[in-house]
T-cell receptor, first 115, second 115 residues
Framework: GENVEQHPSTLSVQEGDSAVIKCTYS??????FPWYKQELGKRPQLIID?????GEKKDQRIAVTLNKTAKHFSLHITETQPEDSAVYFC??????????????FGQGTTLQVKP | GAVVSQHPSWVICKSGTSVKIECRSL??????MFWYRQFPKQSLMLMAT?????????EQGVEKDKFLINHASLTLSTLTVTSAHPEDSSFYIC???????????FGQGTRLTVV
């Protein structure tokens, strides 16, 4: 089955700097890759996602890139702010699960943005 | 966006008792819902896929007799932790996907503490 690896596990940056989180997946048939932000004790919130037929997607300060050949995708946050501090999870959806929406999550990255 | 409501938000129970957690899609119908378990500072581990009107599909290593899932209607799935033990203490989160959409919406989670 699908396996998703996420790095780094923790990331500390200065306010205004950029942050990059990387994920790799094992199932080449996976076709959907969302990123979630989770604050302590709260539900995960979708921040950006990308489908396998797209190489890059951007939404204001957040961007995601996908390299299907290498089976990895990355989250880029520019001009970080203290409120970006949270745990970020990447996920992959195996295409054979396309009708159900099953997601396999990475291990998570705790991002700390220092003022 | 679509709203998924989970109840209760937290529960404390005695070892050996059973606890039921509800997951409701408030403004859409969900033929499929997912149940995840999250330990502190760890990722979301998929436990099972809940299918309306049929048996749930459990992930490898998840005891189906211990974690009973019932998806009796298009808006409600329940997870019952039977004969709970302290090691079952965790954060349980459900999610659902709107038909035709790729995005998964999460409930607010249930913090289970078994004493």
């Amino acid at each position: 089955g699908e396996n998703v690896e996420q790095h780094p596990s923790t990331l500390s940056v200065q306010e205004g700097d950029s942050a990059v989180i990387k994920c790799t997946y094992s199932d080449s048939a996976s076709n959907y890759f969302p990123w979630y932000k989770q604050e302590l004790g709260k539900r995960p919130q979708l921040i950006i996602d990308i489908r396998s037929n797209v190489g890059e997607k951007k939404d204001q300060r957040i961007a995601v890139t996908l390299n299907k050949t290498a089976k990895h995708f990355s989250l880029h946050i520019t001009e970080t702010q203290p409120e970006d501090s949270a745990v970020y999870f990447c996920a992959a959806r195996p295409s054979r699960e396309g009708n159900t929406g099953k997601l396999i999550f990475g291990q998570g990255t705790t991002l700390q943005v220092k003022p | 966006g679509a709203v998924v409501s989970q109840h209760p938000s937290w529960v404390i129970c005695k070892s050996g008792t059973s606890v039921k957690i509800e997951c409701r899609s408030l403004d859409f119908q969900a033929t499929t819902m997912f149940w995840y378990r999250q330990f502190p500072k760890q990722s979301l581990m998929l436990m099972a896929t809940s299918n309306e009107g049929s048996k749930a599909t459990y992930e490898q290593g998840v005891e189906k007799d211990k974690f009973l899932i019932n998806h009796a209607s298009l808006t409600l799935s329940t997870l019952t932790v039977t004969s709970a033990h302290p090691e079952d203490s965790s954060f349980y989160i459900c999610s659902a996907r709107v038909e035709g959409s790729t995005e998964a919406f999460f409930g607010q989670g249930t913090r289970l503490t078994v004493v």
